[in-house]
């Protein structure tokens, strides 16, 4: 998840195109980052309540670190409406050795 | 708030007609009962099951002037907040957020979800500051306090409210009350809070079960007894104390805590449950009817200085 032993939020880099995925109340917000400023991560929202895919926002970097990875492919044939032969394509990443 | 026993008439009336239970409710002075909650409400939305209409539901069909606020203090909640906000109950007639300073786009997000969204930036430091900030400019009869990452769940708001419809001044949610837990307490924190709530119980004469949790709802006529204006990470627990002071009606509401992103070590966590009980003892120290310079609402909150 991100957080070391101490809980601290650490920092990973964060490429571009790199998609994360929140996993918040139940629900998931699923972002694809379009880059990484210092403190600031700007990404793209692929799926989240309430946003429209496409639009822009931006993250704290240690917000975005804690995040996990997803399957890109799995990301992409979802917003496609395709549904994928496995529910178990996000997994949990671990981002920070 | 003359409205308020037709008010709790209705809807206890209600709840009696559902057939639902209270829940943890005693007196903050005194020990009463201890009843428990039914199961967990569902959201309103096309998730709702039909059988889950409650008292609130049939009270504010039959009572819609009655307003609710929800006041949310956020820090870097971009991400978390298209999950809360799209999670409130219908009835509720207000948001009012409280950016405690975000380099994010909490705000953006805030406003593209609710364009009704009240957003205030707080004029001082700490999380007891952005309370009193927001809690001053609520309109509603009724004002909820909600934290924006995602570990209070919005869709146990109409349980807070039937509370307080119910007849009670002050609605703080548990984890530790039957029903109630947390997917992110650590057996240090728990251990701290446990502590602490026996002494709080022991000096003040509560039965808190829960002293550190910050998801609860109140009638707007209780605020001159919620201000907790210098407090930080103490402010939870200053206000349960004041609640219990000023012998207002106080329940437990089972809640369940989610898991928030970012945690605290438990050596911050020490230092801050030393400044919780520093807090205590000055509280218990302090005499009956005086109020702290610190802790008083703002006449003219950052409303309209910090308004954004």
Known sequence: ?97 | MSLEPTLARRAAAAAEATGEKGCGVWSARRAHAVEHVGPPYHPSGASQPAQARTAADQFFAAAPGTRVSVVLPALNEAANLPHVLTRLPGFVHEVVLVDRGSIDDTVTVARALRPDIRVLLQDGRGKGNALSCGFAVATGDIIVRLDADGSHDPAEIPRFVEALLAGHDFAKGSRFAPGGRSADITAVRWLGNRTLSSLVNLLFGTEYSDLRYGYSAFWRRCLPHLSARGAAFEVETLINVRVARAGLQVVEIASIEHRRLSGKSDLRVVRDGLRVLGAIVIERLRRAGTEPASSRLHENPGDQQGRR
């Open chain 1, 1 to 97: 998840m991100g957080v070391s032993q101490t809980g601290r939020v650490q920092q990973a880099p964060l490429s571009r195109g790199v998609v994360l995925r929140r996993d918040v109340l139940g629900g998931s917000g699923t972002y694809r980052v379009l880059a990484a400023r210092g403190a600031v991560v700007e990404v793209e929202v692929v799926e989240a309540p309430g946003l429209a895919p496409g639009s822009s926002l931006r993250l704290t970097a240690a917000a975005a670190a804690a995040m996990l990875t997803a399957n890109v492919d799995l990301v992409d044939a979802q917003r496609q409406g395709v549904r994928p032969a496995s529910t178990r394509g996000v997994r949990a990443v671990p981002r920070i050795g």
